[in-house]
């Protein structure tokens, strides 16, 4: 099997290229280093079934050829971390959206099977804990920049679906729930990474806001466990899932098992959003995935809560 990886070189992609290798798949990865890294696949490049381009997916013709050469494709390539996105919302909506239409029309010419990385931020401002695949999505203003994130890969799943209901494209939309573990990065604002760093450093961990939203955060061994159990199976294709931890911790939480786990001297301050992001900014209070339904298809089950990932976490930046 040849897969083909876009964002093979981010923390997801890197995770699941170097799974795909130990099966004996041949791997090609196309990155434009944005946010990936090639620290995230150095270790693979020894491997003669690993192959990687750096360039943008929308760089169609070189696209279209990966695409072409290989089996199936995992989109990865995306815009990660909310920083990031209420940063950058011009990059955030092409590459999401623009990005995700080359890789689909490179596909329908051949028919290629298509994962598609969506977000659990689709499921917006709703309340009705824990996510069904099944619910509304509940999204604020536009003039709110976070919710163009949620908006973009909604068309991202929009336009993947349609594929696959007008021209029997096969694809697979998947949404991710605060994956974490080695290699992520804090550069783009998420909370594990920048905790951890935060604590061994002994700067302050900064909680935004009063620390009393929750999140669950999913192991990315585990989520790569999901995508490959998903893309085995027929009935998965045109359909959408949630891959995720059920258990929630606030982040308040967060910051003292850290903070313990590290033996820190840190202080735990807490920072008001408009200066953590930007004024007006709107979080998700709680955000937890029903994961019923990959459960029952896949026998889904996440391995790891969140001491284990953490001390993963811990043991990689000290290490690094
Ligand atoms: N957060 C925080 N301190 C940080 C970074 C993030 O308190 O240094 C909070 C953030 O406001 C959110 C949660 O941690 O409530 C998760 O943030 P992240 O960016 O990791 O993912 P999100 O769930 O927002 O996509």
């Not at 943008?56 to 996105?85: Q, S, W, Y």
């Not at 007008?166 to 594990?192: A, C, H």
């Not at 939480?253 to 920072?271: D, G, H």
Request: proline fraction near 3%; aromatic fraction near 8%; charge should be negative.
């Amino acid at each position: 099997m040849k897969s083909l990886i876009t964002g093979g070189a981010g923390f997801i992609g890197s995770h699941l290229a170097e799974e795909l290798l130990n099966n004996g798949d041949d791997v090609y990865v196309i990155d434009d280093l944005s946010t990936g890294s090639i620290e995230n696949i150095e270790h693979l490049k020894v491997n003669s079934k690993f192959h990687y381009v750096i360039d943008t997916i929308m760089n169609e013709p070189v696209t279209a050829e990966l695409v072409d050469r290989c089996d199936r494709v995992f989109h990865m390539a995306a815009a990660v971390g909310v920083k990031l996105i209420v940063e950058s919302p011009v990059r955030t909506i092409e590459t999401n959206i623009k990005g995700t239409e080359i890789v689909l029309r490179a596909a329908n010419k051949k028919k290629k099977l298509v994962i598609i990385a969506s977000t659990s931020e689709v499921y917006g401002k709703g309340d009705n804990i824990p996510f069904k695949e099944t619910y509304d999505m509940v999204l604020g203003t536009t003039k709110n920049g976070r919710w163009s994130y949620a908006c973009s890969k909604a068309i991202d799943e929009f336009l993947s679906l349609a594929y696959y209901k007008e021209k029997k494209l096969p694809v697979i939309v998947v949404r991710f729930f605060n994956t974490v573990g080695p290699r992520q990065t804090g550069q783009y604002g998420m909370v594990v990474p920048t905790f951890v760093k935060q604590a061994i450093m002994g700067h302050d961990i900064t909680v935004y806001g009063d620390g009393s939203q929750s999140r669950s955060f999913t192991y990315v061994g585990d989520v790569v466990k999901g995508l490959l159990g998903l893309c085995d199976n027929k009935q998965a294709i045109g359909d959408i899932f949630n891959i995720g931890h059920g258990d929630e911790i606030s982040i308040c939480e967060l910051a003292k098992l850290v903070k313990s786990m590290t033996e820190s001297k840190s202080e735990i301050v807490f920072v008001p959003y408009d200066s953590a992001y930007e004024a007006g900014f709107e979080d998700m209070q709680r955000r937890s995935p029903d994961i019923s339904k990959i459960s029952e298809l896949i026998g889904y089950k996440p391995t790891l809560g969140i001491r284990e990932i953490l001390e993963k976490v811990i043991k990689y930046f000290k290490e690094s």
